[in-house]
């Protein structure tokens, strides 16, 4: 077993509450419960001696391992194939459709042999807490349970355990036609044991997990090039979206790093408004309505809650269930994954000022009028109270959508989105008729586009700028022309995005900005950002460049994974870096495809 696969040689499987990684060699190295900001119980992925794994594979690995979601599913099956026999590991979590939090989650591993005979070997091996806390083993001939303070493991098989010191292992021989299985449960301490599993009731639970993934599916009205592509970044979404709140998490995992080695590692199980908010524009572009308006709920709860505070309405960041206490720690005895060390959990971003997060707050509100007219009194009252008090205090350096912590500037993205915050809020209040100082917005959002256009423009470059007070590019401001603040093809716009070609992308790949030129407070490199990739897609077709937005569009997806996931970032070799699988990347490959596919479809006539 490799001590640390690729980031990328991984499947993700969860319950629309928490997420568990499957590696493509049949091993649980992430998993956090009961949430996905959770305590981990298998975190091998970050130290692979203290962070616990389960692994389910065959005895002698030996042969080609290869992994794949069955059709328009999260089910995730890891094919082993060997000269003496093809064995199967099929991966899934049945979703929790009640969608009210709950302590009990189960990771389902059914094994199948396929062809010949196929010796399993399983073993489980649960570190509580980080690795930080003991726990007892109880044994019983088909049953493990693992008991640690405040929560339990149940693993339970169709096939004998063994005990290994306070772990189990296990082996079993199936020949073809046969197959077996491993549960595992995690609940609060002295919680009900599940009845035992056996095959027929495995297999059924599978076909339920795959029939509600595809009637979720169904709903989708995406008819474009790249359907498999699209579906499986819709899914992803799905299952990075906390379901009892309908936050989404920017990430899985904590602390992989953007350099191997390096200490650009951080917590991203966390839901930022920015990656929320976008989503909800990708979200209701494939038809996914509901999801995009639980979000938009979850955004306008956050306002409301602030009311009558002193202090920012906004933070940049917050738990799944709204609370806005993110903690930065220091996990000192996890290693980090290839070294990657310190391995955080908390974010400390939580308490930068990052000023955008109000145009994008603002974008997510005003998308769907469907949305937007199922706001509460109390909820427009909090937006207006918001753009009010936003009309006095756009005006100030901040840390920037890239939360660089070398102290504040004056960002042209993040004035770009105050304009988008006050234009949003203009068309939400004329199209809903409601109450609003109409004058007192106009006048900011006015102030702001010249401000702008004054003082983000580099003559230099011929470009815009990441800040006022310099001449680094920035590729955040290919969102200009999504937000409606410059036309596509601008003179303005088109030179910028030739600055951009020429200072930022990289064999299609695009670079957030040189931080040798505009120093982030971090030692230490990084890898190109998918995110920023996608964006260069839409703004190349929205601008009518659409044979080279093609091409880097189908250029990008060769560096997705097996399965069609992304992380953060990929490396100077082609790997993927960053934690995984990243929700700004998907919802930004939505968003690219539905630009390039109606920029394509409007080329031939269509």
Avoid at 198 to 218: A, I, M, P, Y
Wanted: proline share 5%.
């Amino acid at each position: 077993m490799d001590r640390y696969p690729p980031i990328a040689e991984h499947g993700l499987v969860g319950d629309l509450q928490t997420a568990a990684l499957v590696s493509s060699q049949g091993v649980v190295d992430w998993f956090a419960a009961p949430r996905f900001d959770s305590p981990s119980i298998f975190a091998a992925l970050l130290d692979h001696d203290r962070g616990g794994y389960m692994r389910l594979a065959p005895e002698n690995p030996d042969g080609t391992c290869k992994q794949l979601y069955y059709p328009d599913t999260a089910i995730l099956v890891t094919r082993f194939m060997s000269p003496d026999g093809v064995g199967e590991v099929v991966d899934f979590m049945p979703p929790d459709q009640t969608r009210t939090p709950t302590d009990r989650h189960t990771l389902v591993r059914v094994i199948r042999a396929v062809r010949g005979t196929v010796d399993f070997t399983l073993e489980c091996r649960p570190r509580f807490d980080y690795g930080r806390a003991e726990h007892e083993l109880e044994l019983g001939e088909n049953r493990a349970l693992f008991r640690a303070p405040g929560i339990d493991g149940c693993l339970q098989s169709t096939f004998p355990l063994e005990r290994d010191g306070q772990d189990v292992r296990a082996k079993v021989t199936l020949k073809a036609g046969e197959s077996g299985g491993a549960v595992f449960t995690v609940c609060e301490s002295g919680g009900e044991v599940p009845p035992p599993p056996t095959v027929d009731g495995l297999n059924e639970r599978l076909g339920e997990v795959g029939e509600f993934w595809q009637h979720w599916l169904r709903q989708s009205r995406y008819r474009g090039r790249w359907p498999e592509l699209v579906h499986r970044s819709a899914i992803t979404l799905k299952l990075l979206t906390y379901a009892p709140t309908g936050a989404l998490i920017a990430a899985a995992t904590t602390g992989l790093p953007e350099q191997v080695g390096g200490e650009r590692n951080w917590d991203y199980r966390f839901t930022w408004v920015r990656d929320g908010s976008l989503s909800v524009r990708a979200m209701l572009d494939l038809g996914f309505v509901e999801e995009a308006t639980a979000f938009v709920h979850w955004l306008v709860d956050r306002l409301q809650e602030r009311a009558g505070k002193e202090g920012e309405p906004l933070q940049t960041m917050y738990r799944i269930d709204g609370d806005p206490d993110l903690p930065e720690e220091t996990l000192d005895h996890f290693e980090g994954y290839r070294g990657s060390f310190p391995v955080r959990i908390g974010n400390g971003a939580a308490d930068q000022l990052q000023l955008d997060i109000y145009g994008e707050a603002l974008y997510a509100v005003s998308q769907g009028h469907e949305i937007a007219q199922q706001a509460s009194f109390e909820g427009w009252e909090a937006l207006c109270r918001t753009l009010d008090w936003f009309a006095d205090a756009w005006d100030r350096p901040d840390e920037g959508i890239w939360e660089t912590r070398g102290g504040r500037q004056d960002f042209t993205y993040s004035r770009v989105m105050a304009w988008v915050a006050f234009d949003h809020g203009l068309r939400l209040a004329e199209y809903l008729r409601r109450p609003a100082d109409l004058d007192r917005w106009r006048k900011a959002r006015d102030a702001v586009f010249t401000q702008v256009m004054e003082r983000g423009w580099s003559e230099k470059e011929r470009a815009f700028v990441q800040h006022y007070d310099g001449d680094v590019l920035d590729a955040s401001l290919l969102l200009m022309p999504m937000v409606g603040f410059i036309a596509p093809r601008a003179e303005a716009w088109l030179s910028t995005l030739d600055a951009m070609d020429r200072k930022l992308v990289s064999d299609s790949l695009v670079y957030r900005y040189d931080p040798a030129a505009s120093p982030d407070g971090l030692r230490g490199s990084e890898g190109t950002f998918s995110l920023c990739t996608f964006l260069y897609v839409d703004a190349l077709a929205r601008a009518g460049r659409l044979a080279q937005a093609r091409y880097t569009f189908e250029k990008m997806q060769t560096y997705a994974n097996h399965v069609g996931l992304f992380a953060e970032e990929v490396g100077p070799s082609g790997e993927q870096l960053g934690n995984f699988p990243q929700a700004f990347t998907h919802l930004s490959l939505i968003m690219a495809a539905n630009t390039l596919d109606a920029a394509l479809d409007a080329e031939d006539g269509r």
